[in-house]
């Protein structure tokens, strides 16, 4: 695809008229023939270098099966489903972990570390591995190493642990599909910007500034060619 | 890839080394007179309009890494500038004690893929810094020299902002400014408390089309992506590419310069060039030589074009080459605002960038720093990346929920997950970008113990910030803290202390690096004269930041486009007069 035919494609039916863009409202971004097909399939831009790269870190495995065990209870108790969203493990964060430890391997011996940390906790509380006891027990350790502000200070190896899996969860999951939606995000896609709605405006008290309000684009005219005179007043 | 056409032995007008935003410019200048041109760039070609190519509005599932940076996109996954402060085989060294971070970007357009796009004219005051606190030395030219091109390249280009009248920060040929976003009605309140200006940004977005050839913003967001549509500025797309369709101009690509060529009467006669397609050199031969492949780079280039003539590198009898390098400053603050928690979603993507900042306000005279910084602003609902969700175990307990009752520290399940979701979008952040003192001691030279995998011998940086810098860095902070407050922010962290000098950034880490071909009237001080022409070289220019003699309190670029045009025409003339 050329460019002409990529512009085209965003904004469509103009370059006939005359005028490159003519009659592009706001309206004109919603039939922008533009699903972006991703994956395996396209180059999205990597070097042959990241390419590689890429393509090397998914096919190694870190996590051994006992460990990604350890890891799909966890996410799914930092961020559960709710009536909202549904869980990490639904939004595949576990898999995104995986990824992530490979790809910045200062994560894998703090990652390793922590979930054995769980057993031998387990092991010295209950006499049995972390997985092995029960939910009570398993959310009473939990409970010692959550919430940094009040965990004993024997607890520090453990607490440092979750902060980095509760940070690696999050962020794993607010950023796949599940999480767009748990946000609502409403954003990455073409549009016009107009302003902060009305109603926003009004519920924080603000009012735009008076001597810019003729100067902001005005999504009417953000079509036709821009013209000034000579001393650089907008006139088209 | 890398095409030969020129025989062996048939010259070009001009090459031009780099395809960045100084060689991009000089590129469509010199092609339009008529003059046959190559550009010769060390990096791969790059169209964000080939779908291959395109990074913009993709969401963050679509990289392994959700978006995180890597070493050859520090800027995240999804940035369009390839390279870095750390390329694989081209190192470069540092005296210690000193500090300086080197970025550098390989592709057609060069940085100006990724850059922010804030565009601002020097003012008159920023060319005559020494009349003004006796620090530095004078731009042999001044604002009126440049403003004739500044226009021009607003309208070539195009540039978003509001006319001001504010003496140091001229107005433009402006297309219209967007509205600001909801956090920066926040900052712009708490501004306003304390006397601190905030007013439209001026970036080169276009918010209108300016020609047939490229379309107009659609609010994406994503200017560091590379725009499919052409309405950012990056010099591929906007000067080499157009260039390239109308006129008489071969680009050279996966070519690395070694050294421009000289007669036994020191004239430049080409350069030679290393493929890192075969890894072989080659030879290309022109009557003017143009460097724009940035200013580090254009010094090494100088420095390892040495000769009888030039003993000490291609007209560098001065010693002056690599001297007075300088970056901008620049330290950041972030926070949050409460009242935003909750906040009703709505796109909120905007430009590629700050709809709103701040210009350098203050006077000088009454502080205990030389120079000022301008203000750039941050934060809100822009997408989540890598990194979104981070830090609740000491954001949380900011969050208040519905009774007014704070947060845990940490924690984990639906009560994390609820308070994560409330906070998204509350984030503001700032960050100064300052004018430091361009100083003799901080320099690059050739780093004769090192070579890169071209085999071509690398730089090495002495660098050191000054009572200056971290004075105004200093200053930044207590700033940060105001506006913040005032914005009714929580600020995260400490406050950055003298044992950080204040947050202030490495040099280098600004990605303003200039001065180290700086232009003056007197050879023995300078390396080029006022029309960027080297003084012991006369058919040898510079068009990017190297000429520099001092880099404002404002952003690099849009000056380099200037003064890139402005060289370009002088070279036109003293060609057409056969006086090179
Ligand atoms: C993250 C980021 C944000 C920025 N934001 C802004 C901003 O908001 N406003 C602003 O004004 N500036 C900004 N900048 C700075 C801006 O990008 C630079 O000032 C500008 O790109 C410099 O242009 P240049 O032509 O000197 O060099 P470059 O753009 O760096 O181009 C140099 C070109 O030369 C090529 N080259 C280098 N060495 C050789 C060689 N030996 N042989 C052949 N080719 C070679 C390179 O591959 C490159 O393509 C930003 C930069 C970055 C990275
Ligand atoms: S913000 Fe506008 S100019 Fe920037 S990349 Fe998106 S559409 Fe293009």
């Given at each position: ?160 642990f ?23 995000y ?47 007043n907008?006139?088209? | 890839?890398?095409?030969q056409?020129?025989?062996?032995g ?14 991009g ?28 190519d ?18 050859n ?50 003012g ?22 440049l ?11 195009g ?22 976003r ?21 970036l ?30 990056s ?23 070694r ?10 006669t ?27 780079e ?25 001297r ?27 430009v590629?960038g ?12 009454k ?28 954001i ?61 011998p ?10 200056q ?13 105001e ?54 070289c ?43």
């Amino acid at each position: 695809m050329n460019r002409r035919e990529n512009l085209k494609l965003l904004f469509t039916g103009s370059l006939a008229s005359g005028l490159f863009m003519t009659g592009c409202g706001p309206e004109a971004p919603k039939e922008i023939a533009h699903a972006p097909t991703i994956g395996e399939g396209t180059k999205w831009g990597r070097t042959p270098e990241e390419m590689m790269r890429n393509a090397e870190l998914k096919a190694e495995v870190f996590f051994r099966e006992d460990e990604m065990k350890k890891l799909n209870y966890l996410v799914d108790v930092i961020i559960p489903k709710d009536d909202v969203s549904g869980s990490a493990t639904e939004a595949g964060v576990p898999d995104f972990i995986e990824f992530i430890v490979k790809d910045m391997p200062y994560y894998q011996t703090p990652m390793r570390g922590g979930l054995m940390w769980l057993d031998t906790q387990a092991e010295d509380r209950f006499g049995k591995p972390f997985m092995e006891a029960s939910e009570d027990q398993r959310i009473e350790i939990i409970d010692d190493i959550a919430y940094p502000d009040k965990a004993k200070p024997e607890m520090s190896r453990g607490v440092s642990f979750f902060n980095t899996l509760r940070d690696l969860t999050s962020t794993g999951f607010f950023t796949s599909p599940e999480g767009f939606k748990d946000l609502d995000y409403k954003g990455n896609r073409p549009n016009v910007w107009d302003g902060v709605p009305d109603e926003v405006m009004a519920k924080h008290g603000f009012k735009l500034e008076e001597k810019y309000i003729p100067l902001y684009m005005n999504p009417d005219t953000r079509s036709t060619l821009a013209q000034w005179d000579d001393e650089g007043n907008l006139i088209g | 890839m890398s095409f030969q056409i020129k025989s062996p032995g048939e010259a070009y007008d001009v090459i031009i080394v780099g395809s960045g935003a100084g060689g991009g410019m000089a590129s469509k200048i010199l092609s339009e007179a008529g003059f046959s041109v190559a550009v010769v760039e060390a990096g791969g070609d790059f169209d964000p309009a080939k779908e291959e190519d395109r990074t913009q509005l993709r969401f963050p599932w679509e990289s392994p890494r959700r978006g995180a940076s890597t070493q050859n996109r520090p800027f995240g996954d999804f940035d369009a500038a390839i390279g870095g402060w750390d390329i694989d085989g081209e190192p470069y060294t540092k005296n210690d004690g000193t500090e300086f971070d080197w970025f550098r970007s390989r592709m057609v357009g060069g940085r100006t893929n990724h850059w922010g796009r804030i565009s601002l004219r020097f003012g008159p005051n920023d060319f005559k810094r020494k009349n003004i606190d006796g620090l530095g030395d004078n731009w042999p030219i001044g604002y009126e020299d440049l403003k004739p091109y500044y226009d021009r390249v607003d309208k070539l280009i195009g540039v978003f902002g509001s006319k001001e009248g504010i003496y140091n920060e001229p107005d433009g040929f402006f297309l219209p400014p967007p509205k600001p976003r909801l956090h920066e009605l926040f900052i712009k309140k708490g501004a306003d408390k304390v006397n601190i200006p905030v007013m439209p940004s001026r970036l080169s977005i276009l918010t209108k089309p300016i020609n047939n050839e490229r379309g107009a913003c659609f609010f994406c967001n994503q200017c560091n992506r590379a725009c499919q549509a052409y309405a950012d500025f990056s010099a591929g797309t906007c000067l080499v590419k157009p260039a390239m369709k109308k006129g008489k101009v071969d680009l050279y690509t996966h070519a690395m310069v070694r050294k421009v060529t000289t007669n036994d009467k020191g004239m430049a006669t080409g350069v030679s060039y290393i493929s890192k397609v075969d890894m072989k050199e080659y030879k290309l031969k022109s009557r003017v030589v143009v460097l724009g492949a940035s200013a580090c780079e254009s010094a090494r280039i100088m420095l390892n074009s040495k000769s009888k003539v030039h003993p000490d590198g291609l007209s560098n009898g001065s010693g002056m080459i690599g001297r007075y390098l300088h970056d901008s400053t620049g330290s950041d603050r972030m926070g949050f605002i409460p009242d935003l928690v909750d906040r009703q979603k709505y796109n909120e993507d905007g430009v590629g960038g700050m709809h709103v900042y701040t210009p350098w306000w203050l006077d000088n005279s009454k502080l205990d720093f030389a120079r000022g910084y301008h203000i750039e602003y941050w934060g809100g609902m822009s997408m989540p990346s890598y990194g979104f969700g981070f830090g609740m175990d000491t954001i949380r307990k900011h969050i208040k929920d519905e009774f007014g009752n704070p947060g845990p520290a940490g924690g984990y399940g639906a009560g994390l997950k609820k308070d994560i979701r409330r906070y998204f979008g509350s984030m503001v952040g700032m960050s100064g970008r300052g004018e430091s003192i361009p100083r003799y001691e901080n320099y690059c030279e050739i780093d004769n113990n090192t070579v890169d995998k071209y085999g071509i011998p690398v730089l090495k940086f002495n660098y050191t910030w000054s009572d200056q810098e971290i004075k105004q860095a200093k200053h930044m902070q207590d700033t940060f803290e105001e506006v913040l407050t005032n914005a009714g922010a929580v600020l995260f962290g400490e406050k950055a202390g003298p044992d950080s000098k204040y947050g202030l950034h490495a040099p280098g880490r600004i990605i303003h690096e200039v001065g180290t071909t700086r232009m003056g009237d007197d050879p023995k001080t300078s390396v080029v004269n006022s029309n960027c022409q080297a003084h012991e070289c006369k058919n040898l220019f510079v068009v990017d930041g190297g000429p520099f003699v001092s880099q404002a309190d404002k952003n690099p670029t849009w000056t380099i486009l200037a003064l890139a045009w402005r060289t370009s025409d002088y070279i036109v003339s003293e060609l057409k007069k056969k006086n090179i």
